[in-house]
């Protein structure tokens, strides 16, 4: 069971290295999933990780094999969604040579490469009838047969699985089998999305630049308070991902120490109503006046004179609040 690791040299190795102690939080909730995903760890039960996109299912799973028994068995994941039925088939228990006109040679699946370490079930609410029905017997005999093939093979794997959607309305509407649901939800794991754990934005921002500096060779040292204010008020569909893409293509193009509001790619729809309404009235005003500021300045080319002449404030009161705001570096 026991693999030589290779010493982490590339990007694969570190997100296979991921540990709990990756996972940034300081939400309360998703503190306590992460004490119950610690807990699982050393068993083989099957946990059932939910989560709009983004929400880092793929990390949670990751963490609990590198926390398991199984860590230096294989880690394999499969995306159920957006396969043909008979190639997912093929790519989840293998194939004999010839089961199709361009199956040339034997092929593996998941199931079998994921012996003795842990296999991972993305998305795994778009499983086919045919395929939720295999997927059983696999789980619950550890016993599977190729496609195209006759002998049973044996696989000692543990499941995680994880899908955006719902489950149980999945199942209520019978598109997902009542016998699978409750084998794969033995322990089930649900992550709130970002939106409602923004506490967790400012630390994640943080540890984005730590991982771009390092792989961009910059020397970022924060965003600015507009840009955080910014930051927060945005809704976050796309969850942790969109934050990483965005703190991403930002550092990829900025040439200064602090990441302005104007060095964003507005990609994203920041200002948005209803999520104003949610900011106190004392933060959303400040908001307002240092985004104010910012835009009279670059108005002005950074004329700071001609810019307290537009706001009717003096010099030094725009000095003041330039420094207060964090607007220059
Ligand atoms: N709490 C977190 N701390 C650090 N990185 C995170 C966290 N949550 C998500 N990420 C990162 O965000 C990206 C998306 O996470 P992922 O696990 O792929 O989400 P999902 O599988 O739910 O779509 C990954 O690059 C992941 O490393
Ligand atoms: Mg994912």
Redesign the pocket.
């Known amino acids: 069971m026991k693999k030589p690791t290779k010493k982490n040299s590339h990007k694969f190795q570190e997100e296979s290295k991921v540990t709990f102690d990756n996972i940034v939080t300081r939400s309360e909730e998703m503190r306590s999933v992460i004490k119950t995903a610690k807990k699982v760890s050393s068993s083989d039960v099957t946990v059932l990780i939910t989560g709009e ?1 983004g929400t880092g ?2 990390l949670v799973a990751r963490a609990i094999h590198n926390n398991s028994p199984r860590k230096d068995g294989p880690f394999v994941t499969v995306n159920c969604a957006g396969m043909p039925d008979t190639l997912l088939e093929s790519e989840l228990f293998g194939h004999e040579k010839g089961a199709y006109t361009d199956a040339t040679s034997t092929k593996k699946g998941r199931f079998e490469l994921a012996n003795e370490g842990t296999l991972f079930l ?1 998305e795994v609410a778009d499983l086919s009838p045919a395929a939720q029905a295999k997927t059983l017997r696999a789980v619950e005999e550890k016993e599977f047969e190729r496609v195209g093939g006759e002998e049973s093979i044996y696989t000692n794997c543990r499941i995680i699985a ?1 899908t955006n959607k719902d489950l149980l309305t999945e199942l209520r509407e019978g598109r997902f089998r009542e016998d699978l649901y409750y084998r794969l939800h033995e322990v089930p794991l649900y992550l709130p999305p970002l939106r409602e754990r923004k506490e967790d934005i400012s630390p994640l921002i943080e540890l984005f630049i730590k991982e771009f500096n390092t792989k961009f060779a910059k020397k970022i040292e924060g965003v600015s308070n507009v840009t955080l204010a910014y930051l927060m008020r945005h809704d976050w569909p796309g969850n942790v991902r969109e934050l990483k893409s965005l703190i991403r293509s930002t550092m990829a193009l900025i040439g200064r120490d602090v990441i302005w509001l104007e060095d964003l790619p507005f990609k994203i729809e920041l200002i948005d109503e209803k999520a104003i309404h949610r900011l106190d009235q004392d933060l959303s005003l400040k908001i307002m006046e240092q985004e104010h500021i910012l835009k009279v300045l670059n108005f002005t080319d950074w004329n700071k004179s001609k810019a307290a002449n537009l706001l009717k404030i003096s010099r030094p009161t725009l000095d003041k609040k330039i420094k207060e705001y964090r607007l220059e570096t």
């Open positions: 996109s299912k793929e993305d994880a």
